[in-house]
């Protein structure tokens, strides 16, 4: 099975989603599963994971019930009050939902590089792995060094970084992000969605050989058992069509084996995720 490891989903809402700005215009209207399902047919992917937006229960909700009404979204990555002092109940709630798959905090827009560290926050992360969720890690490399202590505390915990911690494309820049990224892919209960990387390039003047060297990084860190595909659709718009973003990826694995190539485009989302159809064929 073949899965987008990270797209999104929302009803577009000038106020609640002002993150939108005027560069991002592309951005300003509905993107729900109907309009994904020709990009996934199109570029021979069967499934996708769900990840939030926004930072309320209520997109949570939002993203489980498309869901359940849409058998491609095979799991969803919500967003709970990871503070909360009522989190166990929160996520004992959560629990019952069988595509959740784990959670999310927009920690790259935190003004406090080291909010994943917090002790309130550290509580609420200690509380995942009772009930089986996973936890994505959404940084800017200067914020690494904090996820590097958090997964330090939590060596049992599933945790996974998205977008490769958005290294500097445009500016070239590999230090001290590369550095980093090899220090946490220690940690093997680590893994690294590749994806988001179009957008934090050149958006109108990339190419292809931009991305070598942070491919090159995370590949030869994580390897090709901890890694895994992910459009960013439709953000990936801002700089590129969900075909072009994929074949980026395809063209890097282009000398890998084909069992590496089906763990990068489904086999260790599946895995990480715990995501139902592909338990069910891993059991056949």
């Known amino acids: 099975m073949n899965v987008d490891s990270h797209q999104h989903f929302w009803r577009y809402d000038a106020v609640r989603d002002a993150w939108i700005t005027d560069a991002m215009a592309v951005l300003r209207r509905d993107f729900l599963p109907e309009h994904l399902a020709a990009e996934l047919t199109a570029n021979g992917m069967d499934a996708s994971v769900a990840v939030q937006a926004d930072q309320s229960e209520a997109e949570t909700m939002f993203l489980l019930d498309l869901a359940e009404k849409n058998k491609r979204v095979a799991g969803v990555v919500g967003w709970v009050e990871l503070r909360s002092p009522h989190i166990a109940e929160r996520l004992e709630h959560f629990s019952h939902f069988s595509k959740l798959c784990g959670f999310r905090h927009i920690a790259q827009a935190e003004p406090d590089d080291r909010f994943l560290v917090r002790e309130d926050f550290i509580r609420g992360v200690a509380q995942l792995r009772v009930y089986g969720f996973t936890y994505d890690i959404l940084v800017y490399p200067k914020q690494l060094p904090a996820a590097i202590e958090l997964v330090t505390h939590f060596p049992e915990q599933h945790f996974v970084i998205d977008h490769c911690a958005k290294p500097e494309i445009k500016a070239g820049k590999t230090e001290p992000w590369a550095t980093q990224m090899r220090k946490i892919a220690q940690h093997k209960n680590v893994f690294c969605k590749v994806s988001g990387l179009?957008?934090?390039?050149?958006?109108?003047?990339?190419?292809?050989?931009?991305?070598?060297?942070?491919?090159?990084?995370v590949f030869d860190a994580f390897g090709p058992d901890r890694l895994m595909f992910g459009s960013d659709w439709p953000v990936c718009l801002l700089a590129g069509t969900y075909r072009q973003v994929k074949q980026l990826v395809e063209t890097y694995l282009k000398d890998f084996s084909q069992a590496d190539r089906e763990k990068i485009f489904g086999g260790n989302a599946a895995l990480f995720y715990g995501l139902k159809p592909a338990k069910h064929g891993l059991a056949a």
Not at 198 to 217: G, N, S
């Open 198 to 217: 179009v957008t934090e390039a050149d958006w109108k003047h990339w190419k292809p050989d931009d991305f070598r060297p942070y491919l090159d990084v």
